[in-house]
């Protein structure tokens, strides 16, 4: 399967900004692309890529006052499955998980886990280790908050969501990933584009998407408690311990958001 | 000067856990050693080293159920000289940090910069860039902050700090390192020995100690919101965002500490 | 001068639920009424007005499942005056405080003073006691919070509105409430009515209005952190510690506002 | 039975400060009293009392630099009965409440009732109303809290208790009464002295007691979520909406406590 892939956001700097990007596909889909998912920035400016803390591919530069606009267009090859499951994964013991895991048992900016091990202690204690559990922590978190976009805010943390039972995609994986993380489950925050293709077209201008991965059984398991279903087409951009380490756009400078438009659709192998 | 450290801590284990320890020196000093440093865990189990995220020398090791040991002695060669000073060096504008320094300029758990942002611009925003501008930073939180060992608690953060006004080592450096992470200055948390050499004697046990690094030009430099004077004598063991990724000891399992002694004290070059 | 109040709200009622409203004038006003205030529901339920604690008209009604309207409109005179200024009135030390005075000192669910009494004195505490310290503190308020409808929610706490300097209403007054305890300033929530008269009429729907008042030279005092300016026409309906005290509706059931309108203007005398 | 009840307590005042004290055995008490319990202040200052906005006996006075000592002795007389049970008392909804349990279903301060409501409801939503839950409530709060005097701390809410799971006799409380009102049960916070009549000795100094009273069946009935069993000899001093309210002592100056006790014990009747 083929996915278009791209964005087209437009800022108001009045005074010049440093911009920090999460706007390429993951390393592990670049062999995928088709053609070059290089941040196309205008007015033209240096643009330096560089590989993140955890492996993703960042871009900066220095945006003069003005007008910026941020694009790309590319196509990505997908194999046009579901997200794979996998009842038989198992929960690792921490004293056998991989070194570069253990990152992701730890608190975040926007998981407290030392603040909610005793909630997921009484929610998901006495379930069984494995693959279910973590579907099990899914299904409460999908149950227990509502999806508004007019609840989002960037300081709300997993403990804000446990309490306010309302939030975004971002607010729905950080309580996933607090709950998976109390239990010794590696958990990590992942962003990147997931589009309508197989379900029902969301009643949402299209954006970016938030999931979150989990280690079972030797490997990353791609989970999502928002959707809390298996989708088709999701393409990685970036991974870290929560909604901090992978922002798409982290800006210092006074800047205004004034145009953003993300596309994720389907196109024909001959188009 | 040579400086003997090392400790002596042990725990009673009901059940078992798993321990993950940042005991070890850090990289950066090992040269400086004298024998080896590597956790002595008794009884004799298998002790796995690995370098982290943050390039700290961290061990993972299985404990089984009784009583657990954990030791170490050893003798650092150090230079003698206090906490380098370099009131020019200058902040580095956001486009011009080397790409490894920028996670040291984001939230972390226990510093919430998002939070944090407006109070570091009201109380710092006019002070001028640089040198002195970090070291205005300590010497407000030295003032304003009240030491009390009682007053510790694991999930209190920067935010709580600045409220409540009263905390111990890790308090102080976490709203220092918030305030400067505000203004776009990296700082990472940092944990070590510190011993009392020419400083009076600390009324209190001695104990792993945290400070904290600024980034200013172009290198790492020690800041400490605490004692908030130049010392003789610190010997690094790890780095990294907070507290949370620098804990001497984190624990899979229950455990219960029952005995804890760390020593750091120069001992005679013939010794 | 007489003004027109009145308000007309339709909720939808799945179920049947309890109201508690605030939504009668001030006993202090109950006088300047032409006709009553008293809610008129529909459907017709009986509907039980009493004196809460504070001294506020609240009124109770068991709402059947359906369509549920509340509406009120009535004439109040109005002196027409500007909300007074007195730059004499003092702070009262506590222990000359009337006793009715002491609860409006003290913490509550939105005024943290005990986690805000060291940011007030190190904003406030060296400015001179009595009405200037009061104005300095709306002043602060007012240039540091922006107003923005859409960043209210209702667990926002004074030191929510601290940290992301943005809110409502009721945000600015607990700041400022919460500033003035913690400075030992008597400081209550008030809300009512307050139109357009005299100032440029604002950009957003009618609603109702939220100031506070201080305890200064004897008696209680108007002030607004959110307009900051002398205003004509407020027609107080209850006032309390903060905004759990005096909530327009206090719903026990399921319920839905599905309409919401609120008039507050000038009318002529012989109209 | 006669019980011996009393304090002597002393602090330094540096510089002079205003004292608000609720130290005087609660109205409905007052006719046990054998002699006076006024608080006895050293040096002699008018002391004046008053009925606070909750109907305690308030105490107010202004302490002289130096040092100040408040101290009563006086014998209460009690029925030595058990706090009573009764299991058939029915939770009253809120359209038929009275008007003065009311303020006793709001948020306060240390009860976050809006963060809390879906925690309650997950918990205690499918159990039965009635005096049953409140003691459901109470069990919880008993067995997934543990009791140490060293985790107390002035701002701990009980949405902090329920997350760290640790606490002193108010956080036990608090967190009962969160879940009570956010089930529409009417909970206020008490304080008094309470003894070991019939239980074993304690292991810690005497002290004021914290419990609370939940409205059912028509009336005020004693709960301890701390104790969790019914005790003999509780002589109340004041309630309120929480801690916040009936603070044994609130002081305006700077105070350091220096030396504390309590007596609360059973007297022979001829003594």
């Known amino acids: 399967m083929l996915i278009h892939v791209g964005y087209d956001i437009e800022f108001d700097v009045p005074f010049g900004a440093t911009f920090l990007t999460l706007l390429r596909v993951h390393p592990s889909r670049q062999t995928d692309l088709d053609g070059s998912d290089r941040v196309q920035v205008t007015p033209g400016v240096p643009v330096e890529d560089f590989e993140d803390l955890y492996g993703n591919l960042a871009s900066r530069f220095l945006a003069p006052a003005g007008s910026l606009r941020l694009a790309t267009s590319c ?80 300081t709300k943390t997993a403990l804000d969501a446990y309490t306010e039972r309302v939030g975004v995609c971002r607010d729905f994986q950080h309580l996933a990933i607090t709950f998976c993380r109390a239990l010794n489950i590696p958990a990590r925050y992942a962003t990147g584009y997931l589009g309508d293709i197989g379900v029902p077209i969301a009643p949402y201008p299209m954006d970016f998407s938030a999931w979150f991965e989990a280690y079972l059984g030797g490997r990353w398991w791609t989970f999502d408690a928002r959707h809390n279903q298996p989708r088709i087409g999701r393409i990685l951009i970036a991974s870290g311990r929560d909604a901090t380490d992978v922002a798409i756009t982290t800006t210092f400078g006074e800047v205004k958001l004034v145009r953003f438009s993300v596309v994720t659709e389907q196109v024909k192998e001959d188009a």
């Not at 730890?106 to 069984?128: K, Q, T, W």
């Open 75 to 154: 196509v990505v090859r997908d194999s046009g499955a579901l997200d794979p499951s996998a009842p038989d994964a198992c929960e690792i013991s921490v004293n056998q998980l991989p070194p570069a895991t253990l990152p992701y048992l730890m608190n975040s900016r926007y998981c407290e886990v030392d603040r909610m091990s005793p909630i997921a202690a009484d929610l998901f204690g006495s379930c069984a280790p494995g693959w279910n559990r973590v579907q099990t922590i899914c299904d409460w978190v999908k149950q227990h908050v509502a999806f508004d976009y007019l609840k989002a805010r960037p």
